[in-house]
């Protein structure tokens, strides 16, 4: 039975309210595709980081955590379930089209200069 798991605005970042108290999310695939997804996203720039609220790109950190999910679709093939294959396959195409726009408007910020 999936225990209700719910940002509580008491809880620390990254941690949820269950069972009357702050606790980490529940270990998933789900989860971790999601982690390496704000990751990506914090390396291309979209997101700031928790840590210092600023925004930084790292286009070659940004390549290493797409390239490790793919890795990821490419060795659990025939593993995941639909809901979790369609998850993985969303993720990627939309990080891989966010990196390509990221490296050309970096590409042409460095050819302006």
Excluded: W
Aim: net charge negative.
């Amino acid at each position: 039975m999936e225990k209700e798991e719910k940002k509580c605005g008491k809880c620390p970042d990254g941690q949820v309210f269950r069972d009357g108290r702050c606790v980490m999310p529940e270990v998933s695939f789900t989860a971790l595709v999601m982690s390496l997804n704000a990751s990506a996203l914090l390396h291309l720039g979209e997101i700031s980081d928790p840590a210092g609220g600023g925004r930084r790109q790292d286009l070659e950190m940004a390549k290493h955590t797409i390239d490790t999910l793919a890795l990821l679709q490419k060795k659990t093939v025939g593993n995941l379930d639909d809901e979790e294959q369609q998850l993985l396959q969303n993720v990627l195409y939309d990080l891989k089209l966010r990196f390509v726009q990221a490296a050309a408007a970096a590409k042409e910020k460095t050819s302006a200069t």
